[in-house]
C-alpha cells in the first residue's frame, strides 16, 4: 500500500503560480518509478499532464507545456509540480500516482484559477 499526499494548492488569478508537492510514503521505491501529476476538471476525463521518468526525462500535456514544470526530489521521496502562467481551464483537482497508476489515490489538492 502507498500513501499520496498532495498539497499546494488553492486560488489564483489568471497569470499566476502555485508549486504543488506530492509526498509518497508505503511500499514502493519511489526513485524506480515514473511519476505523474493529473488532473481533473469538473465533469471531465482524469488527465496526465506531467510525467517524469526515473532517470528525469519528462513529457508534458501541449495544453501545460512551456508554463508547468514537473521535478523530484527522491532523497524526500517527494514529487513537484511548478504551475505557471495559469488559465482558467487549469482548474481542477491535482493528482499524483506512478504511471501505470496504483488502485491507491490520494485526496488531491484543488486549483482554481479565476479573476
Known amino acids: 500500500q502507498v500513501q499520496l499526499v498532495e498539497s499546494g494548492g488553492g486560488s489564483v488569478q489568471p497569470g499566476g503560480s502555485l508549486r504543488l508537492s506530492c509526498a509518497a510514503s508505503?511500499?514502493?521505491?519511489?526513485?524506480?518509478?515514473?511519476w505523474a501529476w493529473y488532473r481533473q476538471a469538473p465533469g471531465k476525463q482524469r488527465e496526465a499532464v506531467a510525467v517524469?521518468?526515473?532517470?528525469?526525462?519528462?513529457n508534458y500535456a501541449n495544453s501545460v507545456k512551456g508554463r508547468f514544470t514537473i521535478s523530484r526530489d527522491n532523497a524526500k521521496k517527494t514529487v513537484y509540480l511548478q504551475m505557471n502562467s495559469l488559465k482558467p481551464e487549469d482548474t481542477g483537482v491535482y493528482y499524483c500516482?506512478?504511471?501505470?497508476?496504483?488502485?491507491?489515490w490520494g485526496q488531491g489538492t484543488q486549483v482554481t484559477v479565476s479573476s
Open positions: 500516482n506512478k504511471i501505470p497508476s496504483l488502485d491507491y
Open positions: 508505503g511500499s514502493i521505491d519511489s526513485i524506480y518509478v515514473t
Open positions: 517524469i521518468t526515473p532517470g528525469g526525462t519528462t
